[in-house]
């Protein structure tokens, strides 16, 4: 079963978002569960989880790293253990399918995040504007595409090395017709005093308010606050992952990556005192009003 469990989830990965498809491949799990025990299937949900963490990571799947899968995952985890401890007088062919009906409805929430994301984030752009982005984040591809319908703004792209997120930006806008000029990521001071903000994506939202995303955006977001500018996130809130850590260093794995010539973390963790504003599907957040959610969440 975990076989086909991992062949459902390479499928959708490739043609939806990553929350889904997690949420989707541990429904089929419970599905064709023949576990007779609430504690056996408490296992064969965590072997599914190992597995896609494993598969995504050694096929690379994600393209970044496997933060947004394991926030995704715990969180519907956690969701799913407070049904079973709700419904554990049922029969389990009961509880499988008011399990399985729980993910079916959590799964097509997931797909109208970012659709209520972009709709919450398209409020602070105005006509006018000159954002700055570095990364890339198809969340906020969506925001900047759906706002340009009716107003005008200019982007700048940072190169956004090693990847060269930068021109993949260069390709959407100017497609789009969006004016758009990209820089090199040591550049970000020089034009950082001519933008209205910063606007970046996440891999990760941690309890603290802090952020992970691509290489150099702790940087970009230093040097906006060094000049008195804005730094917002657009994130969806099943990125919100349940952990601490005081740097980068305290994740516990691998966020290297040696491209070309550079041995390269792919990954830096932003503190939640460059942040202003995050975007989300569910609300805009101050950072601090982050950790009160992933609380209210975790223990209720």
Partial sequence: METSCLDLFRKLVAEKTIAYSAVQTMGHCIKNSKE????????????????????????????KTTLSLISA????????????????KESMQSLREKLA???????????SSRKRAVSNAKEFIRDGQTILTHGYSKLVEEILLSTAEDRRFKVIVTESRPRNFGKTWKA?????????KMILDGAIGSVIPDVDYLLVGAEAVLQNGGIVNHIGTLSAA????SFKKPCYV??????????????????GFAIQE???????????????????????????????????????????
């Fill in 36 to 63: 007779t025990t609430t504690t056996g299937l408490t296992r064969e949900l965590a072997k599914v989880k190992k597995d896609m963490l494993e598969l995504a990571e050694k096929e690379n799947l994600l393209e």
């Fill in 234 to 251: 657009a994130v969806e809130c099943l990125k919100f992952l349940n952990i601490f850590p005081l740097s980068i260093k305290d994740f």
């Fill in 172 to 180: 959407i806008l100017d497609k789009k017709g969006i004016p758009n």
């Fill in 73 to 88: 995952i715990n969180i519907c985890e956690h969701m799913l253990y407070k049904d079973m401890s709700m419904y554990q």
């Fill in 222 to 225: 230093m040097c906006a606050k």
């Fill in 101 to 111: 009906s729980r993910v079916k409805q959590f799964a097509e929430i997931t797909l």
């Fill in 258 to 300: 040696k491209v070309e010539e550079f041995d390269n973390p792919l990954v830096d963790f932003t503190p939640p005192e460059y942040i202003t504003l995050l975007f989300t599907d569910v609300g805009t957040f101050t950072p601090s009003a982050v950790s009160d959610e992933l609380i209210q969440f975790y223990h209720t």
